[in-house]
């Protein structure tokens, strides 16, 4: 699923289509594996998609055959690690983002890389794709969110199974439990990615934004504290009434 790269061996690619960003973990031999070179190539590209006015979604996926085999233990491990090596977490950066991401799994994605998948908007997969939670089968915890992710997108029993077996599942069994909205064929997958985002890139940012931010602030708590966040999160937005007038001619396909 890699975009074209002038750049050999860099260790994410970026590809624009439209207003998509399309980012490619790009370390094959290592099955992107997440060294220090990747998640900061991650971090900063998240960082100037988001400021980035241009761009109105974005992609992440993996060169095949992987998407992500979590973070580089080696190196991670090494006596020579780079300093602050632990505080280089992709995950938090792209949970801070009010764009969407959406992943695009198009082989294994364990542990680490879970953690940075669940913390897109959401995932899609191809028929290829694996998860697992390998944390404590190698004596880690999770660390870039994991516990709170995991349980959220398929409830505590299937997260407990699957952190205390580090049993890897299948695309199929993922969509049966909620990791993705959806599996293609695995040609399929990056232009589907694209497609979704590109239908996201045409709604009003702003809105989205804001519905996002009810999700996440609204997740777990009682019903009344959520119906009284969304109506203190719709206050904050003032509406253009020409604006709007505009927004519903041309969803209902007309003119103004």
């Not at 913390?119 to 390998?134: I, K, L, N, P, Q």
């Not at 049966?176 to 009003?204: Q, Y």
Request: overall charge neutral.
């Amino acid at each position: 699923m890699a975009a074209e790269s002038s750049v050999p061996q860099a260790p994410l690619l970026a590809e624009r289509r439209g207003a998509v960003l399309v980012l490619t973990m790009n370390r094959p031999d290592a099955r992107n594996a997440l060294n220090v070179a990747t998640r900061q190539a991650i971090i900063a590209a998240a960082e100037q998609a988001e400021a980035d006015e241009s761009v109105a979604a974005v992609v992440l996926t993996g060169t095949d055959p992987a998407f992500s085999a979590g973070v580089d233990l080696k190196e991670a491990l090494s006596p020579n690690a780079p300093r602050g090596v632990r505080s280089l977490n992709p995950a938090a950066t792209l949970r801070a983002m009010t764009k969407p991401v959406i992943a695009a799994v198009n082989g294994v994605c364990v542990t680490g890389a879970l953690e940075v998948m669940l913390s897109c908007s959401f995932a899609v997969a191809s028929e290829h794709a694996r998860f697992g939670d390998t944390h404590a089968k190698v004596g880690l915890t999770p660390w870039w969110g994991g516990s709170v992710l995991l349980p959220r997108a398929v409830g505590v029993a299937w997260a407990r199974r699957l952190s205390g077996t580090g049993e890897v599942v299948g695309a199929e069994t993922g969509l049966r439990i909620g990791l993705v909205t959806e599996v293609v064929p695995h040609e399929r997958l990056l232009s589907r990615a694209v497609e979704l985002a590109t239908a996201i890139s045409k709604v009003d940012s702003a809105a989205l934004a804001a519905t996002y931010r009810m999700y996440e602030r609204g997740d777990g708590i009682p019903a009344a504290d959520a119906f009284a966040l969304e109506r203190e999160i719709g206050r904050e937005r003032r509406l253009d009434p020409k604006d709007m007038t505009r927004r519903f001619s041309a969803a209902a396909g007309g003119s103004t």
